[in-house]
């Protein structure tokens, strides 16, 4: 039985732009409540109606968005442009003001478990985090790798790489387990290699991720007991 506690809480209303830390999140059968709840989708001919993600354009990491600190908005959330304005989710010229900064024809999607591996929370582990600097010899930035629960625990580092199916993590009152289709580790795509503006490419990142990891960093994980999470909470 390892024991720790989360050091922090990411939420990602809108998939592939830049997120917010809280301190309190709600985690349910939607994974972490407003949790890519929002998407933006590619309008161009061969790609009509498919989600458009950093990997296909890295200026999705200029816009940001947030709810502020609620831990289970209901409302929708605010975009934060590159030039510091801010836009509502239902704002009518939101999505012509997209579309002219990542210079692509796009339309919004409102929907709840747009994960990339449906309704799931990635947990990682500070341990790990910090073994990866050292093996790559350069600060790794947290934020790279889009985390939900991020825990210090006594944990040997890449210790997740290993987890099995019905792996149980119990944080404050929840349970997550690795249960269910595409769940355990998690294997990265090329999004991590971006800094988290989008500014520049760390290409080796993902290339030592491969071949030292075999691509893993987080595990992939759902809600079998939902509850409020806060920062501070006890893992085990």
Known sequence: ??????????????????G??????RFDDRGMAGDRAYALLD?????????????????MLSWSASYGDIADPAEP??????????WSWTDPKLADALAGSLDIPLSLRAADGQQDRGPTVLVT???????LSDELGADVDLR??????????DLPA?????WEHDT??????????????????CIRCAVPSWDADGRERWRELQTHLIDRHDNKFGVIMRVTKPGEVRVGDAVS
């Open 1 to 18: 039985m390892a024991r720790g506690s989360v050091t922090e809480l990411n939420r990602w209303p809108v998939k592939s732009l830049r």
């Open 43 to 59: 309008e161009r001919d061969k790609r009509s109606g498919k989600v458009l993600t950093v990997r296909q354009n890295a200026v």
């Open 77 to 86: 959330p605010t975009l934060r442009g590159p030039d510091g304005a801010d």
């Open 144 to 153: 790279r790798f889009r985390t939900n629960i991020h825990v210090t625990a």
């Open 158 to 162: 890449f210790a997740e790489e290993t």
């Open 168 to 185: 149980v993590l119990t944080v404050g009152d929840v349970e997550l387990a690795v249960i269910g289709e595409r769940a355990g580790p």
């Open 20 to 25: 917010e830390r809280v301190e309190a999140a």
């Open 125 to 131: 582990f500070e341990a790990s985090r910090v073994a």
